[in-house]
Structures are given as C-alpha cells and as structure tokens.
C-alpha cells in the first residue's frame, strides 16, 4: 500500500501541476489581450490629442485671418517656433515673406495681442518674447 499511495501523491501533484500551467496559461492570455485593448485605447487618445491640437491650430489660424495676411503668418511662424522676440518674428517673416518691418511686425503683434491670439512672456534677461495664447 505504502507504493500506491505515493503513486496517488505523484499523481496529485502531477495533476496540480497541470492545473497551475492551464491557469498560467490563461492568465497568459488573458495578458495578451489585455495589453492589445490597452494599446489599442492608447492609440485612440493619441489621435484624440492630435485632433484636438490640429482643432486648436485651426481656430488659431482663422481668427489671425481676420487679422490679415501678415497676422497669419506670424501666429504660423509661432506655431512652429514657439516664442520668439520682435527682430527673430522679423526675420522669420523676412525669410517666409521677402520682406518684414520690425515696426510693421510690432504693429500687428499689438493687434494680435489685443484679439488675445498672442501673449508676452519674459526671456533671458527681461527680453520680451510673442508666443500664441494658450486656449481652453
């Protein structure tokens, strides 16, 4: 008897055993997919993000039209840029344009910030920088 009953004992654990690889198994997959959803919901938030800034750009864009030509271009400039003093928009602009004032370029820069498109912010040593408002 002292044979069978470690035959029984190995034959438990023998099936313990089995059942601990099928429930690894199972948590396995139960991972994989898991990880496909998750990655398919990043994927979605990203494109929502992106959607949501190209939303923003456009709204951008179509105030500054009202605002001229040169308008437009300054907050595309901004866009891409980000912040940047009066001479470097000016130069930008010469560069985009062919020709930019920096009197021209501070005129609209004060209409741009009275339609709340661009705002100040302070660089190295106090120097005053555009930048596009940021809108909620």
Do not use: F, H
Not at 41 to 56: A, F, P
């Amino acid at each position: 008897m002292g044979d069978t009953s470690l035959e029984d004992r190995i034959n438990e654990l023998v099936k313990k055993i089995n059942w601990l690889e099928d429930e690894l198994r199972k948590e396995k997959e139960t991972n994989v997919l898991l990880l496909k959803e998750l990655a398919i919901i990043r994927n979605i938030l990203t494109m929502s993000s992106l959607t949501y800034n190209s939303s923003k750009k456009i709204v951008l864009l179509s105030r500054s039209l009202k605002a001229g030509e040169l308008a437009k271009d300054i907050v595309e400039i901004l866009m891409t840029e980000g912040p940047l003093n009066v001479s470097q928009l000016t130069n930008k602009l010469k560069e985009v344009r062919g020709k930019a004032s920096r009197k021209t370029v501070s005129a609209k820069l004060v209409e741009l910030l009275s339609l709340g498109l661009v705002e100040t912010v302070e660089g190295k040593k106090s120097e005053k920088l555009y930048k596009l408002k940021d809108s909620e």
